[in-house]
């Protein structure tokens, strides 16, 4: 029956007050803004720590989100990116490392198992996923995890529909060349 | 026609690719009493509000300790003169 109500209503009465509107927008949204962060940190203690951030900014802040033509998930997963990017810079600057020197060689992604097939291709893919630039990150796991369209992702990532189809063809080239270097992390060696 | 092959060449990597991320990046299901207990520490941290401050409680308060200040000096005045 909830499913029925329309996010904009909802807005509205939690933005007046009303807790049980938010509920059920939260529910609507958890599991989403969940997975892309989960996929954007490859942690389950992070994934759960920023996907509670969000949702407490989310709710302080409801009262000022108004409708520009931007739909609620979209504000919430600026929200999720702006807070994992904070993560990543904070990390970054603890551990003075690239992020990319982040992930050991034996891969440790700890996805519930219920969830994804622990399987070697899966690895590789995922660990060539995170050497994407954060931009391009976004772009996949909004595709192919959240299944959203390109109009939709422009929408999120404040980008014209043409723009996400050009960046996305230049992600899959990228992501390809990445998954070379995984499989393959001699060569680059030994061209020097 | 090798520019032709290596045009195939590109697209069908791409296709496999695509494939690849269609088959391996499913969705992930989080715990279900994470979400139970976020959702409850949400919903009740709105009714959690500072409370704001009573200032017409406060004029009354400074009020009547003006108006007592003012009756022990006007009862020392008088006892001063008798």
């Known amino acids: 029956m909830n499913d029925s109500i329309d996010d904009v209503k909802l807005i509205q009465d939690a933005g007046n007050g009303d807790n049980e509107a938010f509920g059920i927008l939260y529910e609507r949204y958890v599991r989403k803004i969940y997975n892309y962060i989960y996929y954007r940190t490859g942690n389950v203690n992070e994934a759960e720590d920023l996907t509670a951030k969000v949702f407490h900014r989310a709710f302080r802040h409801i009262e000022t989100y108004n409708q520009r033509g931007v739909p609620f998930s979209a504000w919430l997963y600026r929200i999720a990116h702006n807070l994992v990017a904070n993560w990543y810079r904070d990390r970054s600057r603890k551990k003075e490392v690239a992020l990319d020197e982040q992930l050991p060689s034996s891969y440790q992604f700890d996805f519930p198992e219920s969830a994804l097939e622990k399987s070697q291709e899966a690895e590789k893919l995922i660990k060539a996923l995170r050497r994407l630039p954060p931009e391009r990150q976004q772009l996949v796991i909004l595709k192919f995890v959240e299944g959203l369209s390109n109009m939709e992702i422009g929408l999120i990532m404040r980008k014209s529909e043409g723009a996400i189809k050009s960046l996305y063809h230049r992600t899959l080239e990228s992501l390809r060349k990445e998954v070379e270097k995984v499989e393959h992390p001699n060569n680059r060696k030994k061209k020097k | ?82």
């Open chain 2, 1 to 82: 026609m090798k520019e032709k092959a290596l045009k195939m060449k590109a697209i069908n990597s791409y296709a496999k690719m695509e494939n690849d991320l269609n088959s391996n990046l499913l969705p992930v299901y989080p715990d279900p009493e994470f979400i139970k207990s976020l959702g409850k520490r949400l919903l009740g941290s709105k009714n959690i509000q500072i409370e704001n401050p009573n200032h017409g409680l406060a004029f009354i308060f400074i009020g009547l300790g003006l108006f007592v200040g003012a009756l022990f000096v006007w009862l020392f005045r008088r006892i001063d003169t008798t």
